[in-house]
């Protein structure tokens, strides 16, 4: 099946920096979608992105469409302690095929 | 308010006996899907379902039985659960098409003994 490597597994961050992870696929995506999953929670859509360059903004948050189309990117900035939680990234290669999920980020803010 | 409803959200039982994990979802979307979640993992789809009566095996779908007779509901079916299966399982629905765009319910917390 798929093979959709994200990094890293898990950040132990202060308040205030900022944040980086990434999701890299064997195989070419048309899409890449970022999900946060907090604590007793499910997986909640913080971004999408559907073109190879693709930059797109949610607050504090950034993500990028690899121009390879087999990465993606999410940044974080000026991390806050309810950024706490699992990031998953997930792929989907041709529309309206199956997504593929990373395996998690999970980020732990200090205040 | 649109969502995605599991039931129960919490189950212990024991093995062999079987059981069975409600999903609702209020959108009419086409597409709903069962995934599990594991500790360094992320998540894996068991069963997935593009229309009513129409239903596909994902990853892993070992020890799992799904039905779609009507287009709000997809439940997950263990017939004979084992602790291989203690996980945590999540529904998820989408439009379906061009935008698969997920939403998923709050999860099901599974402990087999």
């Known amino acids: 099946g798929q093979q959709l490597n994200q990094s890293p597994q898990s950040m132990f961050i202060q308040e205030g920096e900022d944040v980086s992870m990434n999701c890299t696929s064997s195989?070419?995506?048309?899409?890449w979608l970022w999900y946060k999953q907090d604590p007793g929670e499910g997986p909640v859509l913080l971004i999408a992105?559907?073109?190879?360059?693709e930059l797109t903004s949610n607050g504090r948050l950034t993500a990028q469409f690899g121009i390879t189309r087999k990465d993606s990117f999410l940044n974080i900035s000026a991390s806050i302690p309810s950024d706490v939680g699992i990031y998953f990234c997930?792929?989907?290669?041709?529309?309206?095929?199956?997504?593929?999920f990373g395996e998690g980020t999970q980020l732990t803010v200090n205040p | 308010e649109a969502q995605v409803t599991q039931n129960p959200r919490y189950l212990i039982t024991v093995t062999g006996k079987k059981l069975t994990v409600t999903c609702s979802q209020n959108?009419?979307?086409?597409?709903m899907s069962w995934y599990r979640q594991d500790p360094g993992l992320g998540l894996r789809q068991i069963y997935y379902?593009?229309?009513?009566?129409?239903?596909d095996k994902g990853d892993v779908p070992e020890g799992y039985k799904v039905s779609r007779k009507e287009k709000r509901n997809f439940p997950l079916i263990l017939e004979s659960p084992s602790p291989n299966q203690t996980s945590l399982y999540f529904c998820?629905?989408?439009?379906?098409?061009?935008?698969?765009?997920?939403?998923f319910g709050a999860g099901t917390r599974l402990s087999v003994l």
């Open positions: 998820a629905s989408s439009p379906g098409g061009l935008e698969n765009i997920q939403y």
């Open positions: 195989s070419i995506f048309n899409t």
């Open positions: 992105l559907y073109k190879a360059g």
């Open positions: 997930a792929g989907q290669e041709t529309s309206g095929s199956r997504l593929t």
């Open positions: 959108m009419n979307h086409e597409y």
């Open positions: 379902s593009m229309n009513v009566e129409v239903t």
